[in-house]
């Protein structure tokens, strides 16, 4: 019986062992909160960590002798493995192995995954020795479990109350998740790492499938005939990510959260658009839109509509999408397959689902549109379009700047908003400093055509809400108007000035225009002077509005 005892706790305490991973990575996601919270969240993910490694122990009890060794080895082996694999992937991509790291892994060739190992040789050595160590406390935890016999009654009794409390509260728990109406079971699984590698391998098979689908129905769509030229060297399209114009020095925030766009807007540099919506409060729903003629008016599904990248390519125009989103994943499937449609795509990390998490800066594109830029030198091009999309103003607020954003404090958010306890305040300010850091990175693309003949555009996907208005943050309530206003705004080069007064008029024209951004494939077409069956001139924001013709009769 004691050999018995002795086995399963062996096994149970290995698994617990090697699953710590899933508690670091809750320990990432905790983010600011109080102690309680932190400790009450922490102690939830160890009940479950140890809760499916106690199932696990249990049913691998019930084997025969050979059968629970073998069982035990694969079990602990396995785990072992994956326990290298999840150090190594929150030490590069701050997380567990997930179904968009197996995406990349499935998509990937045998001399793309030697080139990967031998550059990231000293992080693999890193896992190599998370490996060693782990496999070293599973192995000093059997050892120590190798008591007397005569101890053995009061081991058991012990240890037998403590599984039982253990899964009592890890089976209540699972109830719970099971009577929710979210994906609460399916989280929960994940807290296992074996249970967690079945799940991504579902995952990521469905979401390739569907990738696939989507990407093979775009590809065969017919573009039908181009007619006109895009005669504008570089039009470059910043989509920003969650930046509400209301935070926005520009656009009459109180507080100075965008001093380098305002410094422009001083020098006439800017054309600023003050009545511009976005048709949702999330970014997948927002992506179907901005780059195809499918729009809230539109029937079906957004990739049967013709997209613009196809349309530019037959109009000889290059493009690129250059992005510091997640590259893989269901959050990222709409932009990867955006990416895929133009002539160069590249993305600072694979990450994916864990998008709160990574702390990649959006500095870091700015490498990819240099080596462009110095690729248009070498191989010169009639005109290119860029999109440049950022992390900008995403939750976590926090973890979108580097420490020397971090501009405003809590006492500079003091009555700005519905809710003035410290909390509140604290997120305000994480928020604007997030926007402050948008503007530099703004400024530093801009800075980067000041001498060239090119136009910059800057929109947000959708707005955020920061207690503004009532005691809530965040995005994705469709009926919320802070979440939907969003800046766009129009940067004009001096060359660009001189050889398109046609358009200058036009942008400035259009700045009092009431707009929704699921227009945008008609007013990129409208500025690039390229169309097609399916472009409507009356959808573009350049176009004239009742209200301006009203105006401007009224002036005369």
């Not at 070293?136 to 059997?142: I, M, R």
């Amino acid at each position: 019986m004691w050999k018995r005892w002795r086995f399963s706790w062996a096994l149970f305490l290995g698994l617990v062992t090697l699953n710590l991973t899933a508690v670091v990575q809750a320990e990432m996601f905790a983010g600011e909160v109080t102690v309680s919270a932190h400790v009450g969240r922490l102690a939830e993910e160890l009940v479950r960590v140890a809760g499916w490694a106690g199932v696990f122990t249990a049913l691998a009890g019930f084997l025969p002798q050979r059968g629970r060794r073998g069982a035990a080895a694969m079990l602990l082996g396995l785990s072992l493995v994956l326990c290298g694999v999840d150090g190594f992937t929150l030490a590069h991509y701050h997380s567990v192995l997930d179904a968009g790291l197996l995406e990349i892994v499935f998509a990937t060739n045998p001399a793309e995954a030697w080139e990967y190992v031998t550059s990231q040789a000293g992080g693999i050595a890193v896992a190599a020795g998370v490996l060693v160590a782990a496999a070293s406390l599973v192995v000093a935890g059997g050892r120590f479990l190798r008591c007397r016999k005569d101890a053995a009654g009061e081991f058991g009794r012990w240890g037998a109350v403590f599984l039982c409390v253990l899964l009592l509260a890890f089976f209540a728990s699972f109830v719970h998740a099971a009577m929710d109406e979210d994906d609460r079971v399916e989280n929960d699984m994940r807290s296992n790492s074996i249970l967690r590698l079945a799940l991504n391998i579902r995952q990521a098979h469905e979401e390739i499938g569907s990738a696939e689908f989507v990407a093979w129905t775009l590809a065969n769509h017919e573009v039908g005939e181009t007619e006109g030229t895009d005669d504008i060297p570089y039009v470059v399209f910043i989509l920003g990510e969650s930046t509400s114009r209301h935070h926005m020095q520009l656009y009459g925030y109180g507080l100075p959260t965008t001093p380098k766009l305002a410094a422009r807007a001083e020098a006439g540099e800017l054309a600023i658009y003050e009545n511009v919506t976005s048709p949702h409060a999330g970014t997948m729903a927002v992506l179907r839109t901005l780059f195809s003629f499918y729009d809230n008016d539109a029937n079906g599904m957004w990739y049967d509509y013709g997209d613009l990248f196809d349309i530019l390519r037959q109009a000889g125009v290059y493009t690129a999408w250059l992005s510091n989103q997640e590259a893989s994943g269901f959050y990222g499937s709409i932009g990867r397959t955006l990416g895929e449609r133009t002539d160069h795509v590249a993305f600072t990390s694979p990450v994916a689902h864990s998008i709160d998490l990574a702390e990649r800066y959006d500095s870091e594109v700015l490498p990819f549109l240099d080596e462009e830029l110095r690729e248009r030198v070498a191989e010169p091009v009639p005109a290119a379009f860029y999109v440049i999309h950022l992390m900008g103003a995403h939750e976590e607020f926090s973890k979108r700047y580097p420490p020397e954003f971090a501009r405003f404090t809590p006492e500079d958010e003091a009555g700005r908003g519905a809710l003035e306890d410290a909390s509140a305040r604290a997120v305000r300010a994480a928020y604007d400093n997030a926007v402050l850091y948008d503007d530099a990175i703004v400024d530093e693309i801009i800075r980067r055509f000041e001498d060239k003949d090119a136009l910059v555009i800057f929109i947000s996907d959708h707005g955020e809400e920061v207690y503004d208005t009532r005691a809530q943050f965040g995005h994705g309530d469709e009926t919320s108007p802070w979440q939907r206003d969003v800046p766009m705004v129009f940067w004009m080069s001096k060359a660009f000035r001189v050889n398109h007064p046609a358009d200058v008029q036009r942008i400035e024209a259009a700045r009092g225009n009431h707009w929704q951004s699921d227009e945008m494939i008609h007013t990129l077409l409208d500025l690039m002077h390229v169309r097609v069956a399916d472009f409507d001139e009356t959808k573009s924001l350049l176009a004239p509005r009742q209200e301006q013709a009203e105006k401007e009769g009224n002036d005369s």
